[in-house]
C-alpha cells in the first residue's frame, strides 16, 4: 500500500511503513507475550490478516480553527492540533471530495468552529460512515445549537457530488454538551434514511448513525463465519448472546440454532436489532434492553445451563461481578470476543477454574494501528469426558 500524504503528521495510523507481514507478526506476539505473562497455556492459532485498504467504514473528524476552517484528524506530533485531511487509506476514496465540498460550503457560509475550552461557536465533528459490500455513505454533521445551517445548500451540495459511493444518508446532530466526545443530544435527519446497509455474507445489517457496529466489514464476515464454524451450533442448541449490538453475532448463529437472545444495554440499538431481523427473516432470535450483569442476575435462572454464552464486551472487558453472574449461570460453551486482548487475558483468569480454554485466534480488525481483536472458546470442565 502507498503511504498516506499526511502519515508524518496524522495520528490516526501509526504503522503505515511497517511491512503488513510484520505487523502481523507483531501483534501474534503481543498475543503469545500475555498468554505468558498471565500464565495460560493456549492453542493459539496464527493471525486472520486483512485487506489494508479503505477498510474502514466509519471515521470521527474534529472542526478546528486554524489560520482557517479545516477538519480532520488530532496530530500525532503536536496535541491541539488537527491535520487537515485531504485524503485517508484506509477509510474511503471518495473521503477526499466529501472534506473539500463539505469545508467549501462551510467556508463560503463563514460558520464558526466551536471551542474545546471556550465552549462557544457551531462546528464540532464530522462523521462519516461508508459501507463496504453495498456501497452507501452516512454523513453527520456535529454542530452546537448556536448558528443555523442551510440545510438545503448542504444537501444540494452534498448530492451533487460525483462519487464511487452513494449518499443515502445525512444528519445534523445538534450537541450543547461540554462533553469533547460526540453526544446524540438531538439528531435530525436531514436528507434520505435513517440508516444506511451493510450486507455480511447472506445477511443484511442496518446502521444507524450512533450504533456500535464493527469498522472492519471485510475482516468481520469471516471472524462471524469462524464463530459459527467454531460454534457448531445445533438445531436443538440455544445461544445467549450478551453484548449483542446490533444482533450480528446472534443473526449469523440463528441460521443453525433453536433459539438465540441478545441482550444490549442501549434501546435505539436493540430497536435496529429486531429491523434486522426482520429484514433477514429470523424469527428465532429475541433481543432485551438490558444491562448484562443486571439481566443475568435478574433473569439468568432461565437461561442457565445455556448451549452457548457469546461475550463480546466494550474494551473495558467484564467486571468480577458480571464474570461471577456467568459462573452461577454455567454456560456450557462461551466464546469471550474482545478488542482489548489484555481485558480478555484478565477475564479469562476468572473463568479458567471451571472452563478450559480450547483456543485463542487474533483477527486483525485494524490494520496499521496497534489493535487487534482476540478470540476464544471455552468448554466446561465438568462436561468434558
Ligand atoms: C463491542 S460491542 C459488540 C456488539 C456486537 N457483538 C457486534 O459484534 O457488533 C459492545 C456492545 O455492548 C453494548 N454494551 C455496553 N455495555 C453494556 C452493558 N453493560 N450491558 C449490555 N450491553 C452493553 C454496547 O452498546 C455495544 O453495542
Same mark, same amino acid.
Do not use: A, W
Given at each position: 500500500m502507498k503511504i498516506c500524504k499526511h502519515f508524518s503528521e496524522?495520528?490516526?495510523?501509526?504503522?503505515?511503513? &511497517?511491512p503488513y507481514k510484520e505487523q502481523l507478526v507483531a501483534k501474534q506476539d503481543k498475543v503469545k507475550d500475555l498468554a505468558i505473562s498471565h500464565k495460560i497455556d493456549i492453542e493459539l492459532k496464527p493471525i486472520n490478516p486483512s485487506p489494508?485498504?479503505?477498510?474502514?467504514n466509519k471515521m470521527e473528524f474534529s472542526f478546528a480553527d486554524q489560520e482557517g476552517l479545516v477538519c480532520g484528524l488530532y496530530s500525532k506530533r503536536e496535541r491541539r492540533k488537527v491535520v487537515d485531511i485531504e485524503e485517508c487509506l484506509i477509510f474511503s476514496p471518495d473521503l477526499g471530495e466529501v472534506l473539500k465540498a463539505i469545508k467549501d460550503f462551510l467556508k463560503e457560509k463563514k460558520h464558526s468552529v466551536y471551542g474545546?475550552?471556550?465552549?462557544?461557536?457551531f462546528l464540532r465533528y464530522l462523521i462519516i460512515r461508508e459501507t463496504k459490500f453495498t456501497k452507501e455513505i452516512m454523513i453527520g454533521i456535529v454542530t452546537s445549537s448556536s448558528e443555523a445551517l442551510d440545510v438545503k445548500e448542504f444537501i444540494k451540495v452534498l448530492t451533487s457530488l460525483k462519487l464511487?459511493?452513494? &449518499?443515502k444518508s445525512i444528519y445534523q446532530v445538534i450537541s450543547d454538551s461540554f462533553s469533547d466526545a460526540v453526544v446524540f443530544d438531538k439528531k435530525e435527519?436531514?436528507?434520505?434514511?435513517s440508516f444506511i446497509e451493510e450486507r455480511l455474507d447472506d445477511l443484511t445489517f442496518r446502521i444507524g448513525i450512533d450504533t456500535f457496529f464493527q469498522v472492519n466489514p471485510y475482516a468481520i464476515v469471516d471472524f462471524y463465519k469462524k464463530i459459527r464454524e467454531y460454534a457448531g451450533?445445533?438445531?436443538?442448541e440455544q445461544v445467549l448472546d450478551l453484548?449483542?449490538?446490533?444482533?450480528t453475532i446472534g443473526m449469523f448463529l440463528a441460521r443453525d440454532a433453536k433459539f438465540v437472545w441478545g441482550v444490549e444495554r442501549e434501546e435505539e440499538i436493540v430497536d435496529i436489532a429486531w429491523q434486522n431481523a426482520k429484514i433477514n427473516k429470523i424469527e428465532n432470535i429475541s433481543f432485551f434492553v438490558a444491562d448484562s450483569r443486571k439481566f443475568l442476575n435478574t433473569q439468568g435462572s432461565f437461561y442457565k445451563n445455556t448451549d452457548f454464552l457469546i461475550i463480546n464486551p466494550p474494551r473495558c472487558g467484564l467486571s468480577p461481578k458480571i464474570i461471577r453472574a456467568i459462573l452461577r449461570l454455567e454456560p456450557k460453551n462461551i466464546i469471550y470476543s474482545s478488542c482489548n486482548p489484555e481485558a480478555l487475558f484478565r477475564d479469562l483468569e476468572g473463568l479458567l477454574d471451571q472452563y478450559s480454554l480450547d483456543f485463542i485466534e487474533p483477527f486483525d480488525?485494524?490494520?496499521?494501528?496497534p489493535h487487534l481483536e482476540a478470540l476464544s472458546l471455552l468448554r466446561r470442565k465438568n462436561l468434558i469426558k
Open positions: 496524522c495520528g490516526g495510523c501509526r504503522f503505515q511503513d &511497517i489494508c485498504e479503505y477498510y474502514r474545546k475550552y471556550s465552549h462557544q461557536g464511487k459511493s452513494t &449518499i435527519l436531514l436528507y434520505g434514511e451450533v445445533s438445531s436443538r453484548f449483542c449490538g446490533v444482533g480488525f485494524f490494520p496499521h494501528t
